[in-house]
């Protein structure tokens, strides 16, 4: 209360007596005797006639109001409230005290209904848009979709109902329902029902506007919509989750018999947050639909498991430029062949990053497979690949490798042939790194290509290392600024001989890893292609671990 406020209101003054106020004055003496009213007092309160005790004929928040302000002044007690307001009459009214020289205190009357009235309303939408933010701040903090379910139903019970049920949309008679009670927690549930069944329920569902209130007969809600332990239902309340031109659902509100009926404020406020709500499950919808998209696609996309096949042991390992990333521009492949025949390996390296890049990839390594028949004709098989390229939308290019591997006796054949490639580096027995005498243009950026392919044999236990420009050119190393560099990639694959292509292929990404540190790269793939060796010692038997000798 202003006091100040107070004062300057309930002074009277000679041009203004008390008696003709348009306010209801009392004048209570130190005894809280009534000692005058006006007219206007005694039309509020008809029993407080002079010499009555204000206790008997005033309601108790007045009373109380005097005694405090007759024992401390109109600023009331230091650590008290002076209760200066309260309702007479079904109307809620301001009493302010002017205290006269003989100990009499004129209690002025103002009816301050209405502006209560407004305060309440302006405090309402207040808290209710603030709610409104933390809902869409809440809602839109996940994209999982059963999450943001839950957060629906969880915050409709804390502002708008005593119990909620957020139904996803289905294409069928099953409906997923997540159902929440005021103080408890989402629970997750499903059910074989007609949505149409319940009144409004299929509509919204649909998407069309709410059914009002004051039209759903609770009784007609059947046992699967009203959760366990409720009680009587009040009154529902069922409106659609509006989504990005498709409806997300429906929301639910049912309120117990013995709490107030939804009013119109209430309704069009539920419409609000479910408008919130189904943007929010729209979105975790779609991203979820994408999601499992991307994965069906990424599966496709991925590089294989390598692992011996005809004889002849191969091992890969790829690492994208970005580590959130599992897909780039580099790929590679190996399709295995029929016994006696060549299995062909494919590595190559696609201009660009990131998702765009993969999707070439997919097209390079799909039309690769497409040409197996021509698998002993490397340049067949590039000139179609580039004509394939050429006449797609994407402006890219890309470089591979090829190479056909054979396993002859204890040895492996192998023809190489690079378009636009860093050449295969062959790993000897004795430590020797040779590179492949091939080379070939690029595929995919000029309407004719060449290439020379190279005939390679690898003895027992010798390798061929095939390899993108992602690791030769991963910069960093002590300056932090310096390519890995060919050279520097022989050295190390000569301290590999004797290896498996396993054992190459983790050694070759652990140096590409230690020289970047935490730097950018390109994309990263190696592929090895090893002849087994002839002779495994072992403890016993031939049966258990042991080494490879050749």
Same mark, same amino acid.
């Given at each position: ?290 999601? @499992?998209?991307?994965?069906?696609? *990424?599966?496709? !996309? &991925?590089?294989? +498991? =390598? ?6 042991? %191969? #091992? ?58 021509? @698998?002993?004709?490397?340049?067949? *098989?590039?000139? !179609? &690949?580039?004509? +394939? =390229? ?6 890219? %290019? #890309? ?152």
């Amino acid at each position: 209360m202003d006091h100040t406020r107070a004062r300057t209101i309930a002074k009277p003054d000679a041009e203004f007596p008390w008696g003709t106020a348009p306010y209801p004055v009392l004048v209570v003496d130190a005894d809280g005797a009534l000692v005058q009213r006006n007219e206007a007092a005694a039309v509020l309160l008809p029993h407080a006639a002079p010499g009555a005790t204000l206790v008997d004929v005033a309601p108790a928040w007045l009373a109380a109001a005097h005694r405090t302000v007759h024992l401390f002044g109109p600023q009331g007690a230091p650590d008290a409230d002076p209760g200066l307001s309260g309702v007479i009459g079904g109307r809620r009214f301001e009493a302010h005290p002017s205290v006269g020289d003989d100990g009499t205190v004129a209690w002025w009357l103002v009816d301050d209904t209405d502006h209560q009235l407004a305060r309440d309303a302006l405090h309402m939408e207040r808290k209710r848009t603030a709610f409104l933010a933390e809902a869409s701040s809440a809602l839109l903090s996940t994209l999982h979709l059963g999450r943001c379910m839950d957060v629906t139903a969880q915050m409709a019970v804390e502002c708008l109902a005593d119990a909620a049920l957020a139904i996803a949309p289905s294409g069928g008679r099953r409906l997923s329902v997540v159902t929440c009670l005021r103080g408890g927690v989402p629970e997750l549930s499903q059910h074989s029902v007609d949505p149409d069944d319940v009144p409004g329920l299929g509509e919204a569902l649909r998407g069309f506007p709410p059914v009002p209130a004051r039209w759903i007969d609770p009784s007609t809600a059947p046992q699967w919509l009203v959760p366990e332990g409720f009680g009587a239902v009040g009154s529902i309340v069922i409106t659609p989750l509006p989504g990005h031109g498709v409806p997300a659902g429906a929301l639910v509100l049912l309120r117990r018999a013995k709490t107030d009926s939804f009013s119109d404020e209430e309704e069009v406020f539920a419409r609000l947050f479910a408008a919130r709500a189904g943007a929010a499950l729209s979105a975790a919808r779609l991203y979820a639909e994408q999601t @499992a998209l991307t994965e069906v696609l *990424m599966r496709e !996309l &991925l590089p294989p +498991a =390598l692992h011996q096949v005809a004889g002849v042991d %191969f #091992a890969g390992r790829y690492r994208p430029s970005a580590d959130h990333e599992r897909i780039g521009g580099d790929f590679y492949d190996v399709h295995p062949a029929t016994e006696g025949e060549a299995s062909l390996v494919a590595l190559g390296d696609v201009c660009g990053k990131g998702l765009e890049a993969a999707v070439l990839t997919g097209k390079v390594r799909s039309t690769l497979h497409a040409l197996l028949p021509l @698998a002993d004709d490397h340049q067949r *098989m590039l000139s !179609l &690949l580039n004509t +394939a =390229l050429l006449n797609s939308h994407h402006a890219r %290019f #890309a470089t591979l490798v090829l190479a056909s591997a054979v396993l002859r006796g204890n040895e492996v054949d192998l023809k190489l042939t690079s378009a636009g490639h860093p050449p295969p580096l062959i790993i000897r027995g004795d430590g020797t790194v040779e590179e492949a005498d091939t080379r070939g243009t690029l595929v995919g950026a000029i309407p004719e290509v060449s290439a020379r392919t190279a005939a390679v044999t690898l003895a027992p236990g010798e390798c061929c290392v095939l390899y993108t420009d992602g690791i030769t050119e991963a910069r960093g190393g002590p300056m932090g600024d310096v390519m890995f560099g060919d050279e520097r990639l022989k050295r190390a694959l000569s301290a590999c001989a004797g290896m498996t292509a396993e054992g190459i292929v983790d050694h070759v990404q652990m140096l590409a890893a230690q020289w970047l540190g935490d730097r950018r790269h390109d994309d990263m793939a190696v592929v090895v292609i090893a002849a087994p060796r002839t002779h495994h010692l072992t403890a016993v038997n031939g049966h258990t671990r042991g080494r490879f000798t050749g």
